[in-house]
């Protein structure tokens, strides 16, 4: 028998494999691992799932979860330059056990507070001393608040994403509105406009640079609206057919029921947080 431990009215830490929070309170039921402060699933009651999850998530710790809302820190994407190359991608933040700080109920959701310090396996990645926080709400949203705080004696730059992969009915049945219209096609490596609203119809990973504060996913009836703060730009990304088939952790037709909307920090420079100093981005999904 798995202990599992209630921590609140409405939230609950079990152990089986990776620590796993399940909140389930009067707006909604959510799951977060500590591995990599991944929220993994979030539904209002009555409604469909929020968030995709791979149903061949590899859930041992052993890689990043496929699925969810993986964090992407301090870097997106392969290590750039000023880091080195060969490290992993998109940063190390989602495959570490991050350390639970609280949770408390309220009238507007439950509130999740998680936290990543440097230790001698970052410092090994990347020099810097930080601590990392995650505030999640779950409540009638779910809001995501990514803080960096530089601990150490020297400057740190990072970039980062929240990594959203929505639940989608099928791409045919999508369109996004929000994106603002330049963007760096990273298939072509092509600055491009974005003419109206995008419709998925094939391969696309997108970096929109001048994205609106609110960006709207239709999916047939539904809309889903990702409202983000202090992000320099949208990701949008799908691997199609042909990128999920070459994938281990996503089963060949996954690509249809999933499209990533991501906040993110991607200049080039990235954000530089002065010692003592933090510095804040956030996404909620309505
Ligand atoms: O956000 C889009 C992206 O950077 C793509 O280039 C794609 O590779 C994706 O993230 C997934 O990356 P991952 O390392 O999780 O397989």
């Given at each position: 028998?798995?202990?599992?431990?209630?921590?609140?009215?409405?939230?609950?830490?079990?152990?089986?494999?990776?620590?796993?929070?399940?909140?389930?309170?009067?707006?909604?039921?959510a799951?977060?691992?500590l591995?990599?402060?991944?929220?993994?699933?979030?539904?209002?009651?009555?409604?469909?799932?929020?968030?995709?999850?791979?149903?061949?998530?590899?859930l041992?710790?052993?890689?990043?979860?496929?699925g969810?809302?993986?964090?992407?820190?301090?870097?997106?994407?392969?290590?750039?330059?000023?880091?080195?190359?060969?490290?992993?991608?998109?940063?190390?933040?989602?495959?570490?056990?991050?350390?639970?700080?609280?949770?408390?109920?309220?009238?507007?959701?439950?509130?999740?507070?998680?936290?990543?310090?440097d230790?001698?396996?970052s410092?090994?990645?990347?020099?810097?001393?930080f601590?990392?926080?995650?505030?999640?709400?779950?409540?009638?949203?779910?809001?995501?608040v990514?803080?960096?705080?530089?601990?150490?004696?020297?400057?740190?730059?990072?970039?980062?994403?929240?990594?959203t992969?929505?639940?989608?009915?099928?791409?045919?049945?999508?369109?996004?509105?929000?994106?603002?219209?330049?963007?760096?096609?990273?298939?072509?490596g092509?600055?491009?406009?974005?003419?109206?609203?995008?419709?998925?119809?094939?391969?696309?990973?997108?970096?929109?640079?001048?994205?609106?504060?609110?960006?709207?996913?239709?999916?047939?009836?539904?809309?889903?609206r990702?409202?983000?703060?202090?992000?320099?730009?949208?990701?949008?990304?799908?691997?199609w057919?042909?990128?999920?088939?070459?994938?281990?952790?996503?089963?060949?037709?996954?690509?249809?029921t999933?499209?990533?909307v991501?906040?993110?920090?991607?200049?080039?420079?990235?954000?530089?947080?002065?010692?003592?100093?933090?510095h804040?981005f956030?996404?909620?999904?309505?």
């Amino acid at each position: 028998m798995t202990p599992t431990r209630t921590l609140t009215a409405h939230c609950t830490l079990s152990q089986d494999g990776l620590p796993l929070l399940t909140i389930d309170n009067e707006h909604a039921r959510a799951e977060i691992s500590l591995f990599g402060a991944h929220v993994l699933r979030y539904q209002r009651h009555g409604e469909p799932a929020s968030l995709w999850l791979s149903d061949k998530a590899i859930l041992d710790g052993s890689k990043p979860i496929r699925g969810g809302i993986p964090l992407c820190w301090p870097w997106f994407g392969p290590s750039p330059a000023r880091v080195g190359s060969g490290k992993p991608a998109h940063g190390f933040a989602r495959n570490c056990l991050w350390t639970l700080d609280g949770v408390s109920d309220h009238g507007d959701g439950t509130l999740v507070h998680l936290s990543l310090r440097d230790n001698d396996a970052s410092r090994t990645l990347w020099p810097h001393a930080f601590e990392l926080e995650l505030d999640v709400l779950v409540g009638k949203e779910l809001s995501l608040v990514l803080t960096t705080r530089n601990t150490g004696k020297s400057a740190l730059t990072y970039n980062a994403a929240l990594h959203t992969y929505l639940q989608i009915s099928a791409p045919e049945a999508v369109t996004v509105t929000g994106l603002g219209e330049p963007y760096l096609d990273k298939l072509t490596g092509r600055n491009e406009l974005q003419q109206g609203a995008l419709t998925v119809t094939a391969a696309m990973d997108r970096i929109y640079r001048q994205p609106d504060a609110m960006v709207s996913v239709q999916d047939g009836e539904r809309t889903t609206r990702v409202v983000n703060g202090n992000h320099d730009s949208v990701v949008v990304w799908t691997p199609w057919q042909e990128g999920a088939s070459a994938m281990a952790d996503m089963s060949d037709n996954g690509y249809r029921t999933m499209l990533c909307v991501e906040a993110a920090i991607t200049a080039e420079d990235g954000i530089t947080v002065p010692p003592d100093e933090e510095h804040s981005f956030s996404t909620v999904i309505i």
